[in-house]
């Protein structure tokens, strides 16, 4: 069962311009979400995290926001680079245990 | 501090052969958690063990099994490979409380 959802395989957007990556998740007692980075032939990388108390977290250019009513989160990187160009997995997790992992975006950014 | 370590990081493979993979993780950590990486699939959780023990387990039929040992170091096997198995199998470990997972680059696995 897909508890976490990334609907959007892929995104493109232009360097400089603002990229917004999605993520749903179905169970409201989810507790503590990430976001993470990949790279092909790396492992993901940690990005930034929000806890469920909170909706909003920002780290220089990335912020992610997080509606619990419609159990959605986002990933704003602004201005986007063309090093943010890889895939991006959402995960969210409950009382600290393991993660649950959406499929991935692949963000592409374009010089 | 070294990061987490997987091996082999390439490995193929005939259809009905076992595989063991390894997965050694940041000294102090005692969680270890396996995912399988597919095209479209994302990240599908297998199984996490903390201490020795399962302490979750995700929806892979029992071909898949895993232990940990007393120095946290993890190995997951795979009985009876099927060509469905090829993907990158990757093993994360963490800190006890809520932290962030730090991620191995993996064992791609292949099998023909």
């Known amino acids: 069962d897909q508890q976490v959802k990334q609907n959007s395989p892929s995104l493109s957007v232009q360097e400089g311009r603002i990229s917004i990556l999605n993520c749903d998740y179905t169970?409201?007692?989810?507790?503590?979400f990430l976001w993470y980075k990949k790279y092909p032939a790396e492992g993901p990388t940690f990005l930034i995290s929000?806890?469920?108390?909170?909706d909003k977290n920002e780290d220089g250019r990335f912020t992610v926001f997080l509606n619990k009513s419609a159990k959605h989160l986002s990933l704003h990187i602004v201005p986007s680079q063309p090093g943010d160009s890889a895939v991006y997995f959402c995960a969210a997790s409950l009382n600290n245990n393991d993660m649950r992992f959406g499929a991935g975006t692949r963000l592409t950014v374009k010089p | 501090k070294a990061g987490v370590t997987q091996t082999p990081r390439y490995l193929i493979k005939t259809r009905g052969q076992q595989v063991t993979l390894s997965c050694s993780p940041i000294?102090?950590?005692?969680?270890v958690s396996w995912y399988q990486q597919t095209p479209g699939q994302g990240l599908q959780f297998l199984f996490e063990y903390f201490s020795e023990t399962q302490r979750n387990k995700g929806n892979f039929p029992g071909r898949f099994s895993g232990r940990q040992f007393s120095n946290s170091r993890s190995e997951m096997n795979v009985s009876t490979l099927e060509l469905g198995d090829s993907a990158l199998y990757l093993c994360?470990?963490?800190?006890?409380?809520?932290?962030?997972?730090?991620f191995g680059q993996g064992t791609r696995l292949t099998v023909v």
């Open positions: 994360a470990s963490r800190d006890r409380g809520p932290a962030e997972a730090f």
């Open positions: 169970n409201s007692m989810f507790d503590y």
């Open positions: 000294s102090g950590h005692r969680s």
């Open positions: 929000i806890s469920s108390i909170k």
